[in-house]
């Protein structure tokens, strides 16, 4: 598959925190067999994370709060990043700035380092102190941190984007300009669950992200609207569980997908998928992935 200047093996990629910093799946799966893997984000500075609870299920959906709880650059290079080097078929790092100008100097400690075939900026955290909206939620600013983080790496850059906005295309446009090569669209949506008996929250921060099959049909449209404004290059990331799932991301304009939530519920999900996408276009004679992408019809 070709996504903007990577070349995966094949579609399915790990959504970033649901396979930690790798060595979690090794029991399930050889790293090299999913298209690309996606560590959970990786900030500047440690950080303890969110207060528990930190996840709740939902009807087809998890609501997390967890809080980019991770040991900070500098000893994610040091102790977590020789465990899966060399391993995966390609190595996505994904990054975040608690502010402004800790995105670049993630960046560029990142960009020091062997083996990491790709940075993913993580602009849409839901999960932030107070409730803040995350960056990525302003068309100025994303440009902004995007060009900041691009003067400092030449690798591949993925922008993860949110879905809790009014129109993402603006903003989409934004993380392109600023020099972003994919975008990754979307992260978890903003919800909440109560137990209404005890009068209470079932995150510990009352509300969080929302992923699962659930949002699948929110961020196929968001999808969508960015594959048809700007033709660009897209990771589909939402609910996706399923062989036809991933074809259902392709043929809207993704190049590749993430799959996340599945790999909770079953952690051969990505690998079944994988299989399940080879049968696919065995059973429907397509000559190449490629081709399927943004090939649906109205
Ligand atoms: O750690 C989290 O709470 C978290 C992150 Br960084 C994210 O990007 N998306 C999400 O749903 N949770």
């Not at 839901?126 to 409730?131: A, C, I, L, R, T």
């Not at 990771?235 to 909770?264: E, I, N, R």
Request: charged share 20%.
């Amino acid at each position: 598959m070709t996504l903007g200047p990577l070349k995966l093996q094949n579609p399915v990629m790990t959504a970033s925190g649901c396979c930690g910093f790798g060595p979690e799946m090794e029991d399930f799966f050889d790293l090299s067999v999913p298209g690309a893997l996606v560590l959970k984000t990786v900030t500047l500075n440690p950080r303890i994370g969110n207060p528990s609870p930190r996840l709740a299920e939902t009807p087809s959906g998890l609501l997390n709060s967890i809080g980019l709880p991770n040991p900070g650059v500098r000893a994610f290079l040091k102790n977590l990043l020789p465990l899966v080097r060399n391993k995966p078929s390609c190595l996505v790092v994904n990054f975040a700035g608690e502010r402004e100008p800790e995105f670049a100097e993630a960046a560029k400690l990142l960009d020091g380092a062997d083996g990491i075939d790709a940075l993913e900026m993580n602009l849409s955290c839901p999960n932030v102190e107070g409730g803040r909206l995350p960056f990525g939620t302003d068309p100025v600013t994303v440009k902004r941190i995007v060009a900041s983080v691009r003067a400092v790496t030449g690798l591949p850059l993925l922008v993860k984007l949110s879905p809790n906005v009014t129109d993402i295309v603006p903003i989409a446009e934004a993380a392109l300009d600023g020099g972003g090569d994919v975008l990754t669209v979307a992260n978890t949506l903003l919800g909440m669950s109560i137990d209404w008996r005890e009068r209470k929250a079932r995150l510990g921060t009352g509300f969080g992200g929302l992923s699962g099959p659930a949002v699948m049909p929110v961020a196929l449209r968001l999808v969508h609207q960015v594959w048809t404004a700007l033709r660009c290059p897209i990771v589909g990331v939402g609910g996706v569980t399923t062989a036809d799932d991933v074809m259902a991301y392709l043929v809207t304009g993704a190049a590749a997908v993430q799959a996340g939530t599945a790999c909770f519920m079953d952690p051969l999900a990505i690998p079944n998928m994988i299989d399940g996408v080879a049968g696919r276009v065995e059973e429907e004679g397509i000559a190449s992935l490629d081709e399927c992408v943004g090939s649906l019809k109205f």
